[in-house]
């Protein structure tokens, strides 16, 4: 009997001394894991950086800007304090000038003058550009010939020649070089080549062709549906779109077509109203002798 409890007894303490060498070894095992993981995450962290070193590293460097945008703040406010408390210190410097000798010598207070130019030049400078436009424009119209025609306007001769074909609409008249009778709807006025070749009214220039019967030929229109046709040129002295004045040259004679060779060098000059030919002799002023 006393065996059996004795046999028990030492049963039970081996039990219970297992049990708490297994208790200690599961605990050494915790920690020894909790130490490996803690050196793994060290290890994947940047070297130096813990994370408390990484918490307090941003901690320093917001700081640090705050710190900055404060400086920069207060030196805007300093930069614009020294700005507007110049032109007061400027102003008194100039109340007054010393001169070699030491003396002061004030400065008149008409020294403000030049800021009333500047705002009188700035307020002439403000004036818009259309306007200016506006005003050149309406001067050149003003200056520029009114284009006025009417049945009893008096035309100057265009160059200083005789007429060698005449204006005919009612009854054909012969052609030399072609040989036949046609209608003539323009004069032909001989003169030598080189004749210079005015403008018989003023009027402005339309347009500057080349035609196989009269060579260069140029239309200027008068007004009130009249035009004005000059050909034969050569030398021209003006452009399309040009406004002209009774008299100013257009020009000079040139040699004769092919179709005019007969009739020798010539200027061809019509006048139409509405598209429709009309008798410029009843416009030219009468040749005096």
């Known amino acids: ?9 030492i049963a039970a303490s081996s039990i219970l001394a297992l049990a708490v060498v297994a208790a200690g070894v599961t605990m050494y095992r915790s920690e020894v894991n909790k130490k490996d993981q803690e050196i ?3 290890e994947m962290l940047p070297e130096g950086d813990s994370p408390q070193e990484e918490t307090a590293k941003h901690t320093e460097e917001d700081a640090k800007e705050q710190e900055n945008a404060s400086g920069t703040q207060e030196s805007s406010g300093t930069e614009a304090s020294s700005a507007q408390a110049a032109p007061e210190e400027n102003a008194g410097e100039s109340a007054a000038d010393v001169s070699g000798n030491g003396v002061v010598q004030e400065t008149p207070e008409t020294a403000a003058a030049p800021e009333d130019v500047t705002a009188g030049t700035e307020d002439t400078a403000a ?15 003003e200056n520029s010939p009114q284009l006025n025609f009417s049945d009893g306007t008096v035309i100057s001769w265009p160059v200083n020649g005789t007429p060698v074909i005449d204006y005919s609409m009612d009854a054909t008249v012969y052609f030399p070089t072609l040989d036949v009778y046609k209608y ?21 220039v339309t347009s500057i062709t080349e ?21 034969q ?18 020009g000079a004679v040139a040699a004769p ?19 429709q ?10 040749l005096t002798e």
């Open 184 to 204: 003539s709807p323009a004069m032909v006025l001989g003169a030598p080549e080189g004749s210079p070749v005015y403008a018989a009214c003023a009027g402005t």
């Open 233 to 250: 040129l050569k030398d021209v002295t003006v452009e399309a779109g040009q406004t002209l004045a009774e008299g100013q040259q257009l």
């Open 1 to 9: 009997m006393m065996k059996k409890e004795r046999f028990t007894r």
């Open 40 to 42: 793994q995450e060290q």
């Open 257 to 275: 077509t092919k179709y005019y060779a007969e009739e020798g060098s010539n200027l061809y000059f019509a006048m139409t109203k509405d598209g």
């Open 127 to 141: 004036v818009p550009q259309e306007d200016a436009v506006q005003d050149t424009s309406s001067a050149q119209v």
């Open 211 to 231: 035609d196989a019967e009269v060579g260069t030929l140029m239309t200027v229109d008068l007004g009130n549906g009249y035009q004005a046709l000059y050909g």
């Open 277 to 286: 030919p009309v008798d410029p002799t009843l416009y030219l002023a009468p």
